[in-house]
């Protein structure tokens, strides 16, 4: 049973940084993206970030292009989420996935769903 357990949320003002991991257990993920997605309250769940399984290649979403990093260690079949420069609109619940999916941003191409861990930035 393939299990995504997400951690590292919480409450950061603004500008200030959160480390999110994902630890992917259940069975192997070769060749798998891992991305990040978030939901903030009454809007759609939205791309965050992804990132290849070699880690050689990474997409994110235009709003948090050089505040956010996306990293993996495949060893430990974990992916990493550092947000810098936080802003009140990063508040959502964000989401870990894991799927062979083609484009890196779409949500159907993942067939595997953290629970999600909350993040609250506060102005």
């Known amino acids: 049973q393939v299990q995504l357990v997400e951690s590292g949320g919480g409450l950061a003002q603004a500008g200030g940084s959160l480390r999110l991991s994902c630890s992917a257990s259940?069975?192997?993920?070769?060749?798998?993206?891992m991305a990040w997605f978030r939901q903030a309250p009454g809007k759609e769940r939205e791309f965050v970030a992804a990132?290849?399984?070699?880690?050689?290649?990474?997409d994110y979403t235009e709003a948090v292009k050089g505040r956010f990093t996306i990293s993996r260690d495949n060893a430990k079949s974990t992916v990493y989420l550092q947000m810098n420069s936080l802003k009140p609109d990063d508040t959502a619940v964000y989401y870990c996935?894991?799927?062979?999916?083609?484009?890196?941003?779409?949500?159907?191409?993942?067939?595997?769903w953290g629970q999600g861990t909350q993040v609250t930035v506060s102005s």
């Open positions: 996935a894991v799927g062979r999916a083609v484009l890196p941003n779409i949500a159907a191409g993942y067939g595997y």
């Open positions: 259940g069975r192997t993920f070769t060749a798998y993206r």
């Open positions: 990132i290849t399984w070699t880690g050689g290649s990474t």
